[in-house]
């Protein structure tokens, strides 16, 4: 088998078997294959796609590269959520403990975040003590034991992935929805996981900015998913605005308990019970995803789910008693009221900017070697369609230092009053279930 018959095989347009597939990926992986015929092949799939076949194909290929987790010694069907990113994304931080609470195993595999705000293990670590550096037969245990654990991704989880994003990366071939939904998917089954749960993002602050294109990526991945022998399920949300109000480490935290609590933002709220539903009923803990919602609000009202966050919390080294008193999150040294201009209505919140802004006040990692703050970012005041008066705030900044002018103007930048009424952006555009 030659690699360069292989690209000339995708580049006019035919089907790559399994077998050619696997030796493609395990050649690029052990570095007999070259960067520049791989980027020829990838370039190729750009032009010419993949059959439902190849994707699960080059899927379950990346997945066999390197390592996968065993969780088959944890009890009842493990349920995964993977969000494909966005800004004030807090929904894994409600999700574990809400969907853990009604019975279903949440055995998370989490990483740091690069980009506007941490991710979920930087978020978790703004509670004094709380680590993920526990080994497997711990992880298994504390799932078993509470249905809730988070651990660092391993090291050697699908190392072919990680080439091959990094070449995309550098080649133009990053928008493939082939590639996107194959890297995506390797990582899910890797990790163990028996159900998927995939949030796709669309609008300004989304990886996918249009709904097309978030639609034609939800539906491959939950394709690869069934095709594999995973049961997948998407929702496709929206992402044109933050979600919640928070943006940054600690306050995002705070923002969760309070929706534990029921005293969440909407948006976050009802995506969240959206999301929950489908790992319940994927979870075999409701037989209907009405079932699984009244199970869920039912969890918030009891308290519950609340009772759950302290349990996960204090069983990885955390300081529980946040829960109770949120002051004793991380907090930032200033408090900064970003005033109004003008009255009128909110017609514009640009949240990949609005990220950046959160960035800026080192909420979240530029590069790999950057630190983050934990204390720092941003709470808005308002959102999309909210009236607003002149001198009224629209967002309080959370900051360590002093000079906050540049975060002030790009936040007017991408913050947009309108004299006339707008309508709120619709939260979840879509369910993909096939």
């Avoid at 509470?146 to 992935?161: C, E, F, H, R, Y």
């Avoid at 609005?354 to 308002?382: N, P, W, Y």
């Amino acid at each position: 088998m030659r690699m360069v018959d292989l690209i000339e095989k995708k580049r006019d347009g035919h089907e790559l078997s399994t077998e050619e597939i696997n030796f493609i990926v395990k050649g690029y992986t052990d570095g007999s294959i070259p960067d520049y015929q791989v980027s020829a092949l990838m370039m190729a799939i750009v032009f010419q796609g993949m059959t439902e076949k190849e994707r699960a194909d080059l899927t379950m290929a990346m997945v066999k590269s390197g390592d996968q987790i065993d969780l088959s010694q944890i009890e009842g069907i493990k349920v995964d959520k993977h969000s494909t990113g966005g800004v004030g994304d807090t929904t894994t931080l409600v999700l574990g403990p809400l969907v853990a609470a009604v019975g279903v195993p949440v055995a998370k595999m989490s990483g740091r975040g690069l980009g506007h705000t941490g991710g979920t293990i930087d978020k978790l670590e703004s509670v004094a003590g709380f680590h993920v550096e526990i080994d497997n037969k711990e992880f298994i245990k504390l799932v078993n034991k509470n249905k809730i654990a988070v651990i660092g991704q391993s090291g050697n989880l699908t190392p072919a992935d990680k080439k091959l994003y990094a070449l995309r990366d550098v080649t133009a071939t990053v928008e493939s929805i082939p590639l996107i939904a194959s890297s995506i998917m390797s990582k899910k089954i890797a990790a163990g996981a028996d159900a998927i749960v995939l949030d796709v993002k669309t609008g300004a602050g989304a990886f996918m900015k249009t709904l097309e294109d978030s639609r034609e990526l939800a539906k491959a991945m939950v394709r690869i998913g069934n095709n594999v022998g995973r049961r997948t399920m998407a929702v496709i949300s929206d992402m044109s605005q933050p979600l919640g109000y928070a943006i940054g480490n600690a306050l995002e935290v705070k923002e969760a308990i309070d929706t534990l609590k029921g005293e969440g933002p909407e948006d976050l709220t009802e995506l969240c019970l959206t999301l929950g539903s489908y790992m319940v009923y994927l979870g075999n803990k409701a037989d209907s995803l009405q079932e699984a919602r009244e199970k869920l609000e039912q969890a918030i009202q009891d308290g519950l789910a609340l009772e759950k966050l302290k349990v996960f919390l204090s069983s990885q080294g955390g300081d529980a008693s946040v829960v109770d008193d949120p002051g004793k999150l991380p907090q930032a040294k200033y408090q900064f009221e970003l005033e109004a201009k003008e009255d009128g209505f909110i017609a514009e919140i640009t949240a990949d900017e609005v990220g950046t802004a959160a960035m800026l006040l080192g909420a979240g990692r530029a590069t790999k070697e950057s630190s983050i703050d934990l204390a720092v970012g941003l709470v808005l005041r308002k959102k999309i369609g909210d009236q607003v008066k002149k001198g009224e705030s629209l967002a309080t900044i959370h900051s360590n230092f002093e000079d906050v002018s540049e975060v002030k103007q790009k936040l007017y930048d991408h913050i947009k009053i309108s004299p006339e009424k707008t309508t709120a952006p619709i939260l979840i555009h879509e369910a993909i279930t096939e």
